[in-house]
T-cell receptor, first 112, second 114 residues
Framework: QQQVKQSPQSLIVQKGGISIINCAYE??????FPWYQQFPGKGPALLIA?????SEKKEGRFTISFNKSAKQFSLHIMDSQPGDSATYFC???????????FGAGTRLFVKA | GAGVSQSPSNKVTEKGKDVELRCDPI?????LYWYRQRLGQGLEFLIY????????KSGLPSDRFSAERTGESVSTLTIQRTQQEDSAVYLC????????????FGNGTRLTVT
């Protein structure tokens, strides 16, 4: 019940295309869903996050779509650029001092 | 400093030696995590500290691994009798809230066991 399942494991997209990464969770008590971006040699950094009271959040080329009934959320990267090539992690957390749960990660490569 | 600081950034040690890795979280952050990341792999949870609560040690892979945190400040991760399979990047992260704030990661300590 504590798992967050992330897919695909890896993704290759042409420059200018749309990258889509999906995550699914089981525990309905989760109420904070961040996405992290990690470049080689660096720690993950927060990219964008959403709470379940909204179905979509957009920041520049990055959008989170959230489907509460299906217990799924996804990251869309519009107009993907080679500089977006990185590993992306979804995560979920809930109040009360419980630890954040991470998905397994998606390695994105954007071809120039 | 403004971010999470980890030291050393790189550590090479001989098999069988003990190592100690340090994490300085962002001031005021009550939650602190340790993760292990093998090359090209995901984040393997090791241990979680939250305020004065008992730490969640459920991710520690063996009794060779231990971690301590002094109050809401520095944490050290100790690996005793290191093995080659311990080679990885060890990441520390801190957070300001009880589950509703993002984690701030350090850049990790790259451990190589020869």
């Amino acid at each position: 019940q504590q798992q967050v399942k992330q897919s695909p494991q890896s993704l290759i997209v042409q420059k200018g295309g749309i990258s889509i990464i999906n995550c699914a969770y089981e525990n309905t008590a989760f109420d904070y869903f961040p996405w992290y971006q990690q470049f080689p040699g660096k720690g993950p950094a927060l990219l964008i996050a959403i709470r379940p009271d909204v179905s979509e959040k957009k920041e520049g080329r990055f959008t989170i779509s959230f489907n509460k009934s299906a217990k799924q959320f996804s990251l869309h990267i519009m107009d993907s650029q080679p500089g977006d090539s990185a590993t992306y992690f979804c995560a979920a957390s809930k109040p009360g001092g419980f630890k954040t749960i991470f998905g397994a990660g998606t390695r994105l490569f954007v071809k120039a | 400093g403004a971010g999470v600081s980890q030291s050393p950034s790189n550590k090479v040690t001989e098999k069988g030696k003990d190592v100690e890795l340090r994490c300085d979280p962002i001031s005021g952050h009550t939650a602190l995590y340790w993760y292990r990341q093998r090359l090209g792999q995901g984040l393997e949870f090791l241990i979680y500290f939250q305020g004065n609560s008992a730490p969640d040690k459920s991710g520690l892979p063996s009794d060779r691994f231990s971690a301590e945190r002094t109050g809401e400040s520095v944490s050290t991760l100790t690996i005793q009798r290191t093995q080659q399979e311990d080679s990885a990047v060890y990441l520390c992260a801190s957070s300001s809230d009880r589950g509703l704030s993002p984690l701030h990661f350090g850049n990790g300590t790259r451990l190589t066991v020869t």
